[in-house]
């Protein structure tokens, strides 16, 4: 059973950056590929980004790419997704999910376990 906990979300203006981290325990999620989700007020969850086991393949959603960066540390079981020029309409519940699948994915159904959120909230 893996637990994965989200921390490092928090309010920021518009413009500024955040660091995203996802810890992992009870077992290495070191040949898993993870993901970051989201989900605003009102809509459903999306796909932000996914990196495979070995860090070697990432996958972004659109609406980050060239502002977002996931990386993980297999050492210290924990996945990271750096933001940068946040906007506004970032703005939401920021989730941590892993797969048992090796490789990126962008499908939440292909995840397996998933964290409980980080609030991350971007003033105009």
């Known amino acids: 059973q893996v637990q994965l906990v989200e921390s490092g979300g928090g309010l920021v203006q518009a413009g500024g950056s955040l660091r995203l981290s996802c810890a992992a325990s009870?077992?290495?999620?070191?040949?898993?590929?993870m993901g970051w989700f989201r989900q605003a007020p009102g809509k459903e969850r999306e796909f932000v980004a996914a990196?495979?086991?070995?860090?070697?393949?990432?996958l972004y959603a659109d609406f980050v790419k060239g502002r977002a960066t996931i990386s993980r540390d297999n050492a210290k079981n924990t996945v990271y997704l750096q933001m940068n020029s946040l906007k506004p309409e970032d703005t939401a519940v920021y989730y941590c999910?892993?797969?048992?699948?090796?490789?990126?994915?962008?499908?939440?159904?292909?995840?397996?376990?998933w964290g409980q959120g980080t609030q991350v909230t971007v003033s105009s």
């Open positions: 009870g077992r290495t999620i070191s040949t898993s590929g």
């Open positions: 999910a892993g797969t048992l699948l090796p490789v990126a994915v962008g499908s939440g159904s292909r995840y397996n376990y």
């Open positions: 990196i495979s086991w070995s860090g070697g393949t990432t």
